[in-house]
Every structure is written in C-alpha cells, then in structure tokens.
C-alpha cells in the first residue's frame, strides 16, 4: 500500500509541475512576466486542485504508517487493495470539491482592470484584486474552506506521527526503536 500511494503522490507531483512549469519557461526564455486572466484561471484551477489533494493524500500516508507502526498484526487486513484505493480516490474528490466551490464563487464576480496580470503565477489574491466588487464574501469563503479542507489533513497527520512516536518510544529494546524509526524516515 505505501507504493501505492507513493505512486499517486509522484503523479501528483509530475502534474503540478507540469501545470507551474511551462508558465515559468515561458516568462524566463521571452521576459514576458504576465498572464491571461483565463490562463490565471486555468493555472489556478489545477494548482489549486493539485495542492489540496497532496494536503490529504499525505495525511493518507501518514495514516498507512501509523496502522505499519502501531497495529502491525492488523495492517494487512485493514490496508486491503479496495480500502487503498477509497483512501486514494477520496483525496483525489475532495481536492476538486474545494476548489470547484471557489472557482465557482470567482466566476460570479465583475471583472474590471487589465486583462493581463503581472505575475507568472497565479494566486487567488492576485485574482481577486482584479474584481471590482464583492470581493469580502469571496475572501471569507475561501477562508473558511481552507480551513475546512485544510485543518482536517493536518490535524490526521500530526496524530498520526504522535501516536507513531509514543508507540516506538515503547518498544524496550534500542534496536527495535531505531529499525521503527528508520521505517518512519
């Protein structure tokens, strides 16, 4: 399981760089430093999506080594190939759900100012500047959902990692401590 989900972060990896990387290219090899507001868009929507599903990805595989670590006679039975793969596709939806919501809320908003943004890369920030109005109720939301699909993952992650260094702290032979350490690394 923990290849599995190797895998899926390194496809996530290779594609947010994909996604960053042609724009930067762009921008070093002709001096031009600015964007479409519909490339920001575009580039925002996968970026965005990209980064939110790393954010719970990693607190899946923080998840599959606390149940290596702490219940290691269980783990076969509870990190089957189906539950790997709820695990794997449940990050995958709730990056896009998060953003979709945002994407959603820009879109309603009026757009005034230049057509073109001085950056190569684009911030919900930068975006938001651009609108004339209405901005306030688009800045909460997009607060409250970074909360909302950020805190979870990160608070699974922290527990997980404790509960991982008590459970090593207990084991009473050095050697063990330092193979469950080295596993961790």
């Known amino acids: 399981p923990m290849y599995f989900f190797l895998g899926n972060l390194s496809c996530l ?17 002709t001096g031009d430093k600015t964007i479409s507001v519909s490339g920001c868009m575009t580039q925002f929507y996968f970026v965005s999506i990209l980064h939110q599903q790393r954010n719970y ?9 606390y149940l290596a ?7 076969a039975a509870l990190m089957n ?4 793969l709820q695990l794997a596709a449940g990050s995958w939806i709730n990056g896009f759900l998060a953003v979709i919501i945002v994407l959603f809320l820009m879109l309603q908003l009026t757009f005034c100012g ?15 500047n651009l609108y004339c109005n209405g901005t306030n109720q688009t800045e909460l939301v997009i607060t409250i959902l970074a909360a909302i699909f950020t805190l979870p993952p990160f608070v699974l992650t922290m527990m997980s990692y404790v509960y991982i260094i008590i459970t090593i702290l207990r084991i009473p032979s050095t050697t063990g401590r330092q193979k469950a350490f080295s596993t961790c690394a």
């Open 13 to 29: 990896e290779t594609c947010y760089t994909s996604t960053l990387l042609p724009r930067i290219l762009v921008s070093f090899l």
């Open 81 to 84: 190939a189906k539950f790997c």
């Open 57 to 65: 990805l990693l607190a899946v595989m923080s998840y599959d080594r």
């Open 69 to 75: 670590i702490c219940n290691p006679l269980h783990y």
């Open 114 to 128: 230049p057509n073109e943004i001085d950056h190569f890369y684009c911030e919900a920030t930068e975006m938001l």
